[in-house]
């Protein structure tokens, strides 16, 4: 009995790791008047924002039909608790909300009452965007992601075999883990997208979802893909944004440069939650993954994503091939520090690819990197460093943002991102 007890305590204690965004959000709600926190159900939107409010929040649930009726004269409840701060999850389910929300924040505004009127959740990044934008001036946006690295501290395997969705993450072994990440799977597609309109077969869009899990950090060959579902091109383009829009998916766009090479520029795909990537392939626990082909592609959508999540909100990301297999992994251009490359790497190797040396002398970015599943940092040759995953998020999650343009030295095509 005192060992069942122990355990339970340990695994409440654990339940209260600290959020990376955490600090983020109270900075924007000390400064704007509605804050939007994103991300994928399951994630942990709602607990942080609990806990940000502590006993002075009013919490709605805008899918419960009692909550969304306290909103049938929404004028007159949100002024009756002005004095709290009003958290609203799944705000997307009613969109007619935002036009409402304008005008409560304005009068709010006249009686001095400037900040932290409101944090919306949603699951569902483009339509909340649109519908935010009758909000203009008004909202701050947070994209709250699954556990990573710098929240996980020292149990880089763990997070990578289950993926940082907290109820998997947590789970008791890898079997309940595994359990847990089939459900949520299974949930999502035959319950969650239809609510939000799409109507397409859960047993089409899995097949879809496992399909980009099987081609992990490529391409997206939408000709194959198509051929692969029977479908044509552009049904494939509105399943990968759908994915892309949930959150679910990262699309990694081609960095343009005019360097005289033929460059591709397809994007390239992952499965953004590791622990996902693993259900969908069926990889049950870390020995398992070792002697799967996709072990590879899995770390390096791994590191993507935490590197990513790391990196200051301005940074945005792409990656760089020629036709003739010149590549960076991952290229992050960071305003004020230049454009970082970095090579990804399973192991303890650290030597790159040739194709990575030829990249970079196209480029010449400010800082290289070859980031390895090891702890220890050296350099390799002028200029270019082995590091290991934990000391590179710390270093991009230290950087201040210093403004300014950044580059490679070489003319180029911005792209416009939110990193999702």
């Given at each position: 009995?005192?060992?069942?007890?122990?355990?339970?305590?340990?695994?409440?204690?654990?339940?209260?790791?600290?959020?990376?965004?955490?600090?983020?959000?109270?900075?924007?709600?000390?400064?704007?008047?509605?804050?939007?926190?994103?991300?994928?159900?399951?994630?942990?939107?709602?607990?942080?924002?609990?806990?940000?409010?502590?006993?002075?929040?009013?919490?709605?649930d805008l899918e419960s039909p009692s909550d969304r009726a306290?909103?049938?004269?929404?004028?007159?409840?949100?002024?009756?608790?002005?004095?709290?701060?009003?958290?609203?999850?799944?705000?997307?389910?009613?969109?007619?909300?935002?036009?409402?929300?304008?005008?409560?924040?304005?009068?709010?505004?006249?009686?001095?009452?400037?900040?932290?009127?409101?944090?919306?959740?949603?699951?569902?990044?483009?339509?909340?965007?649109?519908?935010?934008?009758?909000?203009?001036?008004?909202?701050?946006?947070?994209?709250?992601?699954?556990?990573?690295?710098?929240?996980?501290?020292?149990?880089?395997?763990?997070?990578?075999?289950?993926?940082?969705?907290?109820?998997?993450?947590?789970?008791?072994?890898?079997?309940?883990?595994?359990?847990?990440?089939?459900?949520?799977?299974?949930?999502?597609?035959?319950?969650?997208?239809?609510?939000?309109?799409?109507?397409?077969?859960?047993?089409?869009?899995?097949?879809?979802?496992?399909?980009?899990?099987?081609?992990?950090?490529?391409?997206?060959?939408?000709?194959?893909?198509?051929?692969?579902?029977?479908?044509?091109?552009?049904?494939?383009?509105?399943?990968?944004?759908?994915?892309?829009?949930?959150?679910?998916?990262?699309?990694?766009?081609?960095?343009?440069?005019?360097?005289?090479?033929?460059?591709?520029?397809?994007?390239?795909?992952?499965?953004?939650?590791?622990?996902?990537?693993?259900?969908?392939?069926?990889?049950?626990?870390?020995?398992?993954?070792?002697?799967?082909?996709?072990?590879?592609?899995?770390?390096?959508?791994?590191?993507?994503?935490?590197?990513?999540?790391?990196?200051?909100?301005?940074?945005?990301?792409?990656?760089?091939?020629?036709?003739?297999?010149?590549?960076?992994?991952?290229?992050?251009?960071?305003?004020?520090?230049?454009?970082?490359?970095?090579?990804?790497?399973?192991?303890?190797?650290?030597?790159?690819?040739?194709?990575?040396?030829?990249?970079?002398e196209d480029l010449k970015p400010a800082r290289k990197f070859?980031?390895?599943?090891?702890?220890?940092?050296?350099?390799?040759?002028?200029?270019?460093?082995?590091?290991?995953?934990?000391?590179?998020?710390?270093?991009?999650?230290?950087?201040?943002?210093?403004?300014?343009?950044?580059?490679?030295?070489?003319?180029?095509?911005?792209?416009?991102?939110?990193?999702?």
């Amino acid at each position: 009995m005192v060992i069942i007890v122990f355990v339970e305590w340990c695994a409440i204690i654990t339940m209260k790791m600290h959020r990376f965004q955490e600090a983020e959000v109270v900075d924007r709600l000390a400064n704007m008047p509605a804050v939007v926190l994103l991300g994928p159900r399951q994630v942990g939107k709602t607990t942080l924002a609990l806990d940000i409010a502590g006993n002075d929040g009013v919490y709605l649930d805008l899918e419960s039909p009692s909550d969304r009726a306290k909103l049938d004269d929404a004028e007159l409840f949100l002024s009756s608790v002005e004095d709290k701060l009003v958290i609203l999850d799944e705000v997307q389910r009613v969109p007619e909300l935002f036009q409402i929300l304008r005008g409560v924040i304005d009068k709010s505004r006249r009686k001095g009452k400037r900040f932290g009127r409101f944090l919306l959740l949603g699951s569902a990044s483009n339509d909340l965007l649109q519908q935010s934008e009758t909000l203009a001036g008004r909202i701050a946006y947070v994209e709250l992601c699954p556990f990573s690295v710098m929240e996980a501290k020292n149990q880089n395997n763990k997070l990578w075999v289950r993926g940082g969705f907290p109820d998997s993450f947590l789970a008791r072994d890898d079997r309940n883990s595994m359990l847990w990440r089939q459900n949520f799977i299974r949930t999502y597609l035959e319950r969650d997208i239809p609510l939000l309109g799409p109507r397409i077969p859960p047993v089409t869009l899995r097949r879809f979802w496992t399909m980009l899990a099987h081609v992990q950090s490529g391409m997206g060959n939408a000709a194959e893909l198509a051929r692969g579902l029977m479908v044509d091109g552009k049904t494939i383009a509105r399943y990968t944004d759908l994915m892309v829009d949930l959150m679910l998916v990262r699309r990694l766009q081609p960095f343009h440069v005019n360097v005289g090479k033929r460059l591709v520029k397809s994007p390239k795909l992952y499965v953004r939650d590791s622990g996902l990537l693993h259900a969908l392939l069926q990889i049950e626990d870390h020995q398992a993954l070792l002697g799967h082909p996709v072990v590879g592609a899995s770390w390096e959508g791994f590191v993507l994503e935490n590197l990513l999540r790391s990196a200051p909100p301005q940074a945005v990301p792409f990656f760089y091939r020629t036709v003739v297999g010149a590549e960076i992994d991952l290229l992050l251009d960071i305003p004020g520090h230049g454009c970082w490359a970095i090579e990804i790497k399973f192991g303890l190797s650290s030597r790159p690819e040739k194709g990575f040396h030829i990249a970079c002398e196209d480029l010449k970015p400010a800082r290289k990197f070859v980031v390895n599943s090891g702890q220890d940092r050296y350099p390799i040759s002028p200029g270019l460093e082995v590091i290991g995953l934990d000391a590179m998020c710390a270093m991009l999650a230290g950087l201040e943002f210093k403004g300014g343009a950044s580059g490679s030295g070489k003319g180029r095509k911005r792209v416009r991102s939110m990193n999702l």
